[in-house]
């Protein structure tokens, strides 16, 4: 019951801004769900079908205890228009809960439609990232939120407190803030808020989800014969998975970074590493991310962070749960469907790129392997998505029979190809 009336006292007090501020639609109409009410936003269960509840409790850091209070408050930040320098973006502008979290866009947008140089990865089961972004330049949630703040192209605010000084107008937060840790609105404790939210953000309940807990018949025999080409000869599971030593059915990442090869014809690679060398302060955070939302040489990816030429333009490997309504796809959003992704797999890459993996090779996937391989990974949405994914599904593969730009059969079934060295 307490919490109850908790809520309702920051839900009234929110009610100063949503009058003040015109350029919110959204929140001022009365016939319009606020976003932050929308099912798809609300905390989730624990109780999920293959969820792994040691490692979800593992991921809750000491010093920011999980609380109904706090979650709700960075709930509200979540959709907070006001942490924006104009009051135009909030997080929930690229990570929007009825698109999977993330914006469907190839890459993001920001404040003044500023276009960044990154597709926007979803929130859910973030989480479980040891590294927050696709170079995993942030070690934390709480340390990941404070970027988009601050970048120009992103919400563009001065400082992370000027936007704390934009919300700590509102009675609301004030309250709220009070509330929940004791003083009024600072940077470290909106950080942890919204964090705390995004913890909740954990998503499994998938059909894949229900097979593997005994449901032989949750998957169809194509996505079966994918799931076991995933672990074969599609080579899927060298990064795609925690462990290499037996199958692993939570993440479907490694927390590791690779060089995929993506991106890599478009930059002069070489170039730009050689400019990186000379002017990135590799502790330098801030200016990091601006390079890598702002710049050409965020195609330099790990390398950014590190500065080894083993890590050039390698990323993060993405967790694979509810991909299919992620589209489109990779750091640089260059993939417009599941089997352009699969294409770019199964020819290997490397004509060009020194610094490609090494379990990037011709894989000798058919067509059919490849439909098996796309059903697999459709049958990771999970419950809340599943309609969007049935759609999903059908739009990907109408564009599939008419346009595969990556498709390359000969390289595909050919000796991989002869890798030339790093340049001197
Ligand atoms: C203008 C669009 C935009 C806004 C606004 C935005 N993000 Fe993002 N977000 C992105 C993009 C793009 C990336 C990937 C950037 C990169 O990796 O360099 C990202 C990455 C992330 C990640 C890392 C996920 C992963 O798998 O590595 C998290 C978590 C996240 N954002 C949360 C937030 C939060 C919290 C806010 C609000 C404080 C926010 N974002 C605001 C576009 C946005
Ligand atoms: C060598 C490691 C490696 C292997 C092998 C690998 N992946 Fe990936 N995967 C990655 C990395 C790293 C990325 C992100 C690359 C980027 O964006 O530059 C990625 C991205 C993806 C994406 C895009 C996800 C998104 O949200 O944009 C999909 C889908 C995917 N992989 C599926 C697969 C499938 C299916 C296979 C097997 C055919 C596979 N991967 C094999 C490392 C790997």
Redesign the pocket.
């Known amino acids: 019951m307490k919490r109850v009336s908790i809520l309702a006292v920051i839900v009234g007090g929110f009610a100063s801004l949503v009058s003040c501020c015109e350029r919110t639609p959204n929140r001022s109409s009365k016939s319009l769900p606020t976003p932050e009410t929308d099912p798809l936003a609300q905390p989730k269960s624990l109780q999920q079908v293959g969820l792994p509840l040691e490692l979800t409790r593992a991921t809750i850091p000491a010093d920011n205890p999980q609380t109904p209070e706090k979650i709700s408050l960075g709930q509200k930040l979540f959709f907070e228009r006001q942490l924006s320098a104009d009051g135009t973006v909030s997080c929930s502008t690229c990570h929007d809960p009825k698109l999977a979290f993330t914006d469907r866009k190839t890459t993001s947008v920001g404040i003044e439609g500023r276009v960044g140089q990154r597709?926007a990865?979803?929130v859910l089961n973030a989480t479980y990232n040891k590294t927050q972004f696709?170079d995993g330049r942030a070690n934390t949630l709480e340390e990941q939120a404070e970027f988009p703040i601050v970048n120009p192209s992103e919400m563009g605010c001065a400082s992370l407190d000027a936007a704390v000084a934009q919300i700590a107008r509102v009675k609301g937060y004030q309250e709220a803030f009070q509330h929940v840790f004791g003083h009024p609105p600072n940077a470290s404790d909106l950080l942890r808020a919204i964090a705390s939210y995004e913890r909740t953000q954990i998503l499994f309940d998938s059909p894949f989800d229900h097979f593997v807990g005994g449901d032989k018949n949750a998957i169809d025999a194509s996505a079966k014969r994918g799931w076991e080409?995933?672990n074969t000869q599609?080579?899927?599971?060298?990064?795609?998975a925690l462990t290499e030593t037996e199958r692993d059915t939570t993440l479907?990442?490694?927390n590791?970074?690779?060089?995929?090869?993506?991106?890599i014809i478009r930059h002069n690679v070489v170039a730009l590493a050689g400019q990186a060398e000379k002017l990135v302060n590799s502790s330098d955070k801030t200016a990091i991310d601006r390079l890598a939302i702002q710049h050409d040489m965020s195609v330099l990816?790990r390398f950014l962070i590190t500065k080894q030429e083993k890590d050039t333009?390698?990323?993060?490997?993405?967790?694979?749960r509810n991909?299919l309504v992620?589209?489109?796809?990779?750091?640089?959003?260059?993939?417009e469907t599941?089997w352009d992704?699969?294409d770019h797999?199964?020819k290997g890459d490397g004509v060009h790129n020194p610094w490609l993996?090494?379990?990037?090779q011709p894989?000798a996937?058919t067509e059919n392997d490849i439909d098996d391989?796309v059903a697999?990974?459709a049958s990771l949405t999970s419950g809340p998505y599943k309609q969007q994914g049935v759609a999903e599904l059908a739009r990907q593969r109408a564009i599939s029979r008419t346009s595969r730009p990556q498709r390359d059969t000969a390289r595909a079934f050919g000796p991989k190809a002869q890798q030339p060295e790093p340049p001197k």
């Not at 390698?314 to 694979?320: D, E, H, N």
């Not at 993996?357 to 990037?360: G, S, V, Y």
Request: hydrophobic share 40%; proline share 5%.
């Open positions: 597709n990865p979803t696709w080409l995933f599609a080579r899927c599971n060298k990064c795609h479907f990442m490694d590791d970074f690779h060089n995929i090869g993506i991106g990816g333009a390698s990323f993060k490997t993405p967790g694979l991909v992620t589209a489109p796809y990779f750091h640089d959003g260059s993939q599941l992704v699969m797999y199964n993996d090494e379990d990037i894989l996937l391989l697999f990974l």
